[in-house]
């Protein structure tokens, strides 16, 4: 899995991975948004890796599952300049024992973008001027 960014104009950018693309930011100071800031991606992507890793688990055991939110919640700090907290709130459709609920529990937290944001990966970047 790898993903390649392009700027547009401006702060406007494309992200694509695997064909499917998605636009941050916007063309200039006054322009309005093409899309979701870089930290709002990743909150969504949290949110987004959490639901379905649910809804595999639920299906995987047999157990039905209807509909699905997840609100994601990030405290941020300006100073630090990141997230320093991120609290979820999982509302899901389906019947379950207070043992499969915290079982399910227990696999929120088990996503693949949850998994690497809570242990952090080594970052290497390297920078080419073209």
Known sequence: MSARIERIKG???KAN?????IITGR??????????AAGQV?????GLCTGTRLVEQMDRRGWPVGAVRVNVRPKVSKDMNRAIEIAMEVEMEA?????????MLKEA???FVSNTIKNTPEFR????LV
């Open 95 to 103: 019947n379950l024992t207070e043992e499969q609920r915290l079982e």
């Open 27 to 36: 063309e200039g100071v006054d322009a309005p948004a093409a899309g979701m």
């Open 11 to 13: 702060t406007k950018f």
């Open 42 to 46: 990743l909150f969504a992507a949290i």
């Open 17 to 21: 991975v695997g064909g499917f693309e």
């Open 125 to 128: 970047v390297e920078l080419k």
């Open 109 to 111: 937290v088990r996503c």
